[in-house]
């Protein structure tokens, strides 16, 4: 099922982004097994009002894409936490990256995803996320790879259920990714997308110190 509904077009800020979906998704307040998971680093000030509004854990769900090489803009698939990697292979295809091409962006991108986990989580263990309600929060969803990463990761784990929360989605993401969670609650799906970023008024980039410093908050409200 996919939930739509009213927002300011552009989108002002993630900020408001973050607390238009928590408008939608009330009837998760305060529930004990729940917990927002963000996709770094765009999806954790989103996630961070949506957690801080209905009282709910936040943490994070690692996740890179891998771009096509010499147009890294486009993705050809994703890796997650856990070793989980997604293809895209029409994106292959058509870029023709070889399989040397394609283990390279990958190790560099797990890299980048160890530094990060190191960064953001420091000692902090991973969250248990068996019998649980998944809500997975990014800032917008384009080909839907990255995303597609991340439900297979939290998957493994056994969840009650997945719902993925996030301000605007292709259609083709949408498609996608329906048949793989339990709801999707997006307000916008637009006939079409080329970029994430057209749809915000501003969509300036979110740093690791951000990152850090709204995951200090977040921690500080529920150790």
């Known amino acids: 099922m996919v939930r739509k509904a009213q927002i300011e077009v552009p989108i002002p800020d993630r900020v408001a982004a973050g ?49 096509i090489p010499g147009h890294e803009e486009y993705a050809m698939g994703a890796i997650a936490s856990g070793g989980v990697r997604v293809f895209n292979e029409e994106a292959l295809r058509l870029g023709r990256v070889d399989d040397v091409s394609l283990e390279l962006v990958s190790q560099r991108e797990q890299r980048e995803l160890e ?22 929060v990014d800032d917008g969803l384009a080909t839907g790879s990255t995303m597609r990463a991340a439900v297979q990761a939290v998957r493994q784990q056994g969840p009650a259920r997945i719902v993925l929360a ?24 637009p006939d079409w997308l080329s970029s994430i970023g057209e749809w915000y008024h501003d969509f300036g980039q979110t740093s690791d110190r951000e990152v850090q410093e709204l995951l200090r908050q977040a921690w500080e409200r529920t150790p």
């Open 19 to 67: 607390r238009t979906l928590a408008r939608m998704l009330e009837s998760y307040r305060n529930k004990t097994d729940a917990i927002v998971l963000a996709l770094p680093r765009g999806g954790v000030p989103v996630a961070w009002e949506i957690a801080r509004e209905l009282a709910l854990p936040l943490d994070l769900l690692l996740v890179r894409k891998l771009g």
């Open 115 to 136: 530094r990060r986990d190191r960064l953001y989580r420091g000692e902090r263990p991973q969250p248990v996320l068996h019998d649980r309600q998944v809500l997975l």
């Open 166 to 189: 996030v301000p605007v989605s292709s259609m083709e993401a949408i498609a996608i990714l329906t048949p793989l969670v339990d709801e999707i609650v997006c307000p916008l799906v």
